[in-house]
């Protein structure tokens, strides 16, 4: 007779990933057969335990792990995982494939996909990449893009948390106003991001971060309102999205489109730094200056102080400076027009 607990425990050595970070941490999973999974450190401190989520293997790549809590495990190449529980497609991707369409919508998809492009161009192919777009795939490009900015662009935080949580406040003010998130949840996330200074960015699932140095520079609730508001708008008016389309080669919509989302999510990952070069066109600005404006104003405060803040930053920066500017950029009487909004409220 084999008691449970003479089972000899699996494991496997890796990285472990917090949730929503790119901090790599030696790790370690163990589990035994059929059991719980439990993820450690190597000094043996518990970080997370349940039975994996999903186990998702990227062609030519590592064997990923979703534990419980959002903290993900890479495998060390190599690892004997066979025994692991979970299921073995990654929640993200079975999720997708559970939304891929019966094959007759998908023909149909990609041939009117083809005339549309022909016919009318771009933007109704990215209208209807926008279309079929499921949340899960929006949530995997928030966090996806938050990944490789922490990777590439980003430090944790400097601002205190006293500072935070005011600027939480106003956000939560915002997001009462605002009109709902076509995709997820709205949060706010702080970074320290020198390399693009005084700049606030929103991701298509909701997710906004707003710099370090915006904050330093920025002192009055009025002004992070009026840009908190703005970047809201951004995406309760799908802009975030239609940009990364637009901005996305034709191949990732064809991929989209066709319902094969396996390599669509990697470069979609891959490309997370293609969110801070996307540039605004002139009428989605307008439209989350307006919007953006009336949301700040609703939530009882000054929005038409978004307006100083493009001043302030031309004074630093001059008309075409770096930072906000250039992916939001101040199209002539920007300034003029968000003070006429004044009147109109
Ligand atoms: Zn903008």
């Known amino acids: 007779m084999v008691s449970p607990s003479d089972v000899k425990p699996f494991h496997a050595e890796g990285h472990a990933y917090p949730p929503l970070s790119s901090r790599r941490i030696p790790a370690r999973?163990?589990?035994?057969?059929?059991?719980?999974?439990?993820?450690?450190?190597?000094?043996?401190?518990?970080?997370?335990?349940?039975?994996?989520?999903?186990?998702?293997?990227?062609?030519?790549?590592?064997?990923?792990?979703?534990?419980?809590?959002?903290?993900?495990?890479?495998?060390?190449?190599?690892?004997?995982?066979?025994?692991?529980?979970?299921?073995?497609k990654g929640r993200r991707l079975s999720r997708a494939e559970a939304w891929h369409p019966r094959l007759a919508l998908v023909v149909g998809l990609c041939l009117f996909a083809a005339f549309a492009i022909w016919r009318w161009g771009l933007s109704v192919l990215v209208a209807v990449a926008m279309w079929v777009t499921p949340?899960?795939?929006?949530?995997?490009?928030?966090?996806?893009?938050?990944?490789?900015?922490d990777r590439t662009f980003a430090d944790d935080s400097r601002t205190s948390a006293a500072r935070q949580k005011e600027v939480q406040?106003?956000?939560?003010?915002?997001?009462?106003?605002?009109?709902?998130?076509?995709?997820?949840?709205y949060r706010l996330l702080f970074r320290d991001m020198p390399a693009i200074g005084p700049n606030a960015f929103a991701m298509p699932g909701g997710t906004v971060v707003v710099?370090?140095?915006?904050?330093?520079?920025?002192?009055?609730?009025d002004v992070i309102a009026g840009v908190l508001g703005h970047e809201l708008a951004h995406v309760s008016e799908r802009h975030v999205l239609a940009q990364l389309y637009r901005a996305g080669t034709s191949y990732l919509l064809v991929t989209l489109i066709a319902g094969d989302?396996?390599?669509?999510?990697?470069?979609?990952?891959?490309?997370?730094?293609?969110?801070?070069?996307?540039?605004?066109?002139?009428?989605?600005?307008?439209?989350?200056?307006?919007?953006?404006?009336?949301t700040a104003t609703a939530a009882g405060y000054d929005g038409v102080a978004l307006a100083r803040f493009f001043e302030a930053l031309e004074e630093d920066f001059g008309a075409?400076?770096?930072?906000?500017?250039?992916?939001?950029?101040?199209?002539?009487?920007?300034?003029?027009?968000?003070?006429?909004?004044?009147?109109?409220?």
Do not use: C
């Open 320 to 345: 075409d400076g770096p930072s906000w500017l250039s992916t939001h950029p101040a199209h002539g009487d920007r300034i003029e027009r968000i003070r006429d909004m004044a009147g109109s409220q």
């Open 211 to 221: 710099t370090d140095q915006l904050l330093e520079r920025f002192d009055d609730p």
């Open 261 to 294: 989302p396996g390599p669509l999510l990697q470069d979609m990952l891959r490309e997370g730094n293609l969110l801070l070069s996307l540039s605004y066109s002139r009428h989605h600005e307008a439209e989350a200056d307006r919007l953006g404006v009336a």
């Open 135 to 149: 949340e899960s795939v929006v949530k995997v490009i928030d966090a996806g893009n938050m990944a490789v900015i």
């Open 29 to 88: 999973l163990v589990w035994r057969d059929g059991g719980m999974a439990r993820l450690q450190d190597h000094d043996g401190n518990l970080l997370t335990d349940g039975v994996p989520l999903g186990i998702e293997q990227i062609p030519g790549g590592p064997l990923l792990v979703e534990l419980p809590g959002d903290w993900q495990f890479e495998a060390a190449p190599g690892s004997d995982v066979s025994t692991l529980p979970g299921p073995r």
């Open 169 to 185: 406040a106003i956000f939560a003010r915002l997001r009462e106003q605002a009109p709902p998130a076509p995709w997820g949840e």
